[in-house]
């Protein structure tokens, strides 16, 4: 596991936007379609403890989380059985059949502009 970046007194929105930046920027397409996605579907009403294991949960590899998620390998102790694993893996079933794509960076930032404007 990589060693971690304190960010004492990092403001919850700002986490929020960093979160969103990781998801996006793994490194393979499976981790940054499945971590964007489920990010999109559940930061916004995540709390600061939260928050900080999603933190957490992202220093590990992607190939971990990918296949932690879609039930291929045993999560190590320490996040197995954990409300977070269990709402990715939720995600990653895709019940509904929903046409996931990369959510749009900008999206859903009301005060945001965008590179281009």
Known sequence: MPLRKDRPGEAVDTMRARLVWQTRKRGTLESDLLLSTFARENLASMSEV???????LLDETDWDIYYWAIGKRAPPARWAGTALLDKLKQHAKNEGRVVRRMPDLWEGRASATTPES
């Open 50 to 56: 939260e928050l900080r294991e999603f933190d957490r």
